[in-house]
């Protein structure tokens, strides 16, 4: 055991020194390896037990090395799981918006409908609303809606403004969740008389 320890201990003074000699330590630092050399020397099993303690902390954070990499590894592949989902969803909501009707003209040669040339009516106003001209079909007929408004009021008075260009059976419907309500009646639930 004896010639053990006396390895050990030339074995880490051997490499005390030369990490020594590579740092140019000072007299403080020389003074205070050169005093625990000399606690070891009285206590060789103290050394071991300081080297296994280490062998222990350096196992410890190599496994926590390990963890870490597994980890991040894991967040990575989540990361890139992510990106391909955003890049999926930017992607049906670029076909969505282009799947949006507007009032702006595409790139190219298109034709419109004229429906009248009017000095003092004024539709521009509905624009924004005016997006869709829908087709419903309806036990063998055909009626048509236009435009989707929020405020029964605007409704109205569009109801009114293309009652001017002739369409005289305008009126406005009401749509709740996709399904139009039959008895709904505009004039009545604004109690106009």
Do not use: C
């Amino acid at each position: 055991m004896k010639k053990i320890a006396t390895v050990l201990l030339t074995l880490f003074l051997v490499l005390s020194f030369t990490a020594a000699e590579a740092q140019s330590l000072s007299k403080k630092e020389k003074k205070t390896i050169k005093k625990e050399i000399k606690t070891y020397k009285k206590d060789p099993e103290k050394w071991v037990s300081m080297q296994n303690r280490h062998t222990r902390d350096v196992q410890d954070l190599s496994d926590e090395i390990i963890d870490l990499k597994l980890k991040l590894a894991a967040a990575n592949i989540e990361k890139r799981a992510l990106a391909d989902k955003l890049a999926t969803l930017e992607a049906d909501y670029t076909s969505l918006k282009k799947s949006i009707p507007s009032t702006k003209l595409p790139a190219g040669t298109v034709y419109q409908v004229q429906m009248g040339y009017y000095q003092y009516l004024d539709l521009m106003s509905f624009n924004e609303k005016l997006k869709i001209i829908k087709a419903e079909e309806i036990d063998g007929a055909k009626r048509y809606v236009i435009g989707h408004f929020e405020d029964v009021m605007d409704a109205l008075q569009f109801s009114n403004d293309i009652k001017v260009l002739g369409i005289k059976d305008a009126f406005v419907s009401q749509y709740v969740n996709g399904v139009r309500n039959m008895d709904y009646d505009a004039l009545k639930a604004i109690g106009a008389k």
